[in-house]
C-alpha cells in the first residue's frame, strides 16, 4: 500500500513558478512509477509527468514539455514537480500517483493505482 499527500499548490500569477510536493508511505515507496494528473473544473483529470522507479526516464504530456520538471528522491520518499512560467490554463488540481508500471501513465487515469487528494494550483492573468 502507498499512501500520497500532496503540498505547495497555491495562487500565483501567469509567468511565475511553483513547486508541488508529494510525501508517499510505504517501504516499497522505490520501485513504483511515480507521476502527476490535474483536473481543470468541469474537465476529466489528465496526464501531466511521470518518472519511473529509478528516476530516469521520464515522461510529460506536450502542454507541458520544457515548463514543468518532474523528479523523486528515494532516499525522502519523496517525488516533485516544478511548474515554470504557468500559464492560466494550467490552473487546475493537481494529483500525485503512485503505480507499478510505468507504461501505466500514458494508458490514462484509469490505470493508474494509487491518487492523493490532490493540491489546487491557481494561476491569475
Known amino acids: 500500500q502507498v499512501q500520497l499527500i500532496e503540498s505547495g499548490g497555491g495562487l500565483v500569477q501567469a509567468g511565475g513558478s511553483l513547486r508541488l510536493s508529494c510525501a508517499a508511505s510505504?517501504?516499497?515507496?522505490?520501485?513504483?512509477?511515480m507521476g502527476w494528473f490535474r483536473q481543470a473544473p468541469g474537465k476529466g483529470r489528465e496526464f501531466v509527468a511521470a518518472?519511473?522507479?529509478?528516476?530516469?526516464?521520464?515522461r510529460y504530456a506536450d502542454s507541458v514539455k520544457g515548463r514543468f520538471t518532474v523528479e523523486r528522491d528515494n532516499a525522502k520518499n519523496s517525488v516533485y514537480l516544478q511548474m515554470n512560467n504557468l500559464k492560466p490554463e494550467d490552473t487546475a488540481s493537481y494529483f500525485c500517483t503512485a503505480d507499478p508500471d510505468y507504461n501505466d501513465y500514458p494508458r490514462g487515469p484509469a490505470y493508474i493505482t494509487y491518487w492523493g487528494k490532490g493540491t489546487l494550483v491557481t494561476v491569475s492573468s
Open positions: 518518472t519511473s522507479w529509478s528516476g530516469g526516464g521520464t
Open positions: 510505504g517501504r516499497t515507496f522505490s520501485t513504483y512509477a
